[in-house]
T-cell receptor
Framework: AQSVTQLDSQVPVFEEAPVELRCNYSSSVSVYLFWYVQYPNQGLQLLLKYLSGSTLVKSINGFEAEFNKSQTSFHLRKPSVHISDTAEYFC????????????FGTGTQLKVEL | KAGVTQTPRYLIKTRGQQVTLSCSPISGHRSVSWYQQTPGQGLQFLFEYFSETQRNKGNFPGRFSGRQFSNSRSEMNVSTLELGDSALYLCASIREDQETQYFGPGTRLLVL
């Protein structure tokens, strides 16, 4: 079975500052990794995913995440945040093959302040 | 392309009642997954359907059931509602060739 740990439940940061949201996973097999974002009263939106290949993956809105197999981590980073990035961020894993069940972390609330 | 549609968006029920939630996936997607989101338990996988067959099931009691129709629309049913079933129920439409799940806005269920 897979599990995901998001170490920070809340991360406050000032606008234009850098941010890192931490995600560690546990799995006995290779996994696919995902970051989702949830704005208030909305569903989840896929931010980025790692399936294979380059360990650094980027989204169109400036976020990036790096897969680190030795540390079993998939931390999310952004060099300069904006007020509109305020949301809850979820890290998720899925075992390749055998269906699409996602196992989510508990989420990190990112609050960007002026 | 239209996104994932979930109906109703909000629902209030009382204990002991049953409820049916509906999900219409993105056109062309044949897989649908359901998740329950609560403040206490977070996001938990309920079940997944592919071409009208249940492919995966999460660790929920038998009161939770689902089905998928030939047009890929899916429904989930919760019988004998309990207070703890109050949650946001999210449906995801899956594009398998891109390993991507597109989530709907959810149905917020309140059990009184």
């Amino acid at each position: 079975a897979q599990s995901v740990t998001q170490l920070d439940s809340q991360v406050p940061v000032f606008e234009e500052a850098p941010v890192e949201l931490r995600c560690n996973y546990s799995s006995s097999v290779s996994v696919y990794l995902f970051w989702y974002v949830q704005y208030p009263n909305q569903g989840l939106q896929l931010l980025l995913k790692y399936l294979s290949g380059s360990t650094l993956v980027k989204s169109i809105n400036g976020f990036e995440a790096e897969f680190n197999k030795s540390q079993t981590s998939f931390h999310l980073r952004k060099p300069s945040v904006h007020i509109s990035d305020t949301a809850e961020y979820f890290c998720a894993v899925r075992k390749p093959g055998g269906g699409n069940k996602l196992t989510f972390g508990t989420g990190t609330q990112l609050k960007v302040e002026l | 392309k239209a996104g994932v549609t979930q109906t109703p968006r909000y629902l209030i029920k009382t204990r002991g009642q049953q409820v049916t939630l509906s999900c219409s996936p993105i056109s062309g997607h044949r897989s649908v997954s359901w998740y329950q989101q609560t403040p206490g338990q977070g996001l938990q996988f309920l079940f997944e359907y592919f071409s009208e067959t249940q492919r995966n099931k999460g660790n929920f009691p038998g009161r939770f059931s689902g089905r998928q129709f030939s047009n890929s629309r899916s429904e989930m049913n919760v019988s004998t509602l309990e207070l703890g079933d109050s949650a946001l129920y999210l449906c995801a439409s899956i594009r398998e060739d891109q390993e991507t799940q597109y989530f709907g806005p959810g149905t917020r269920l309140l059990v009184l």
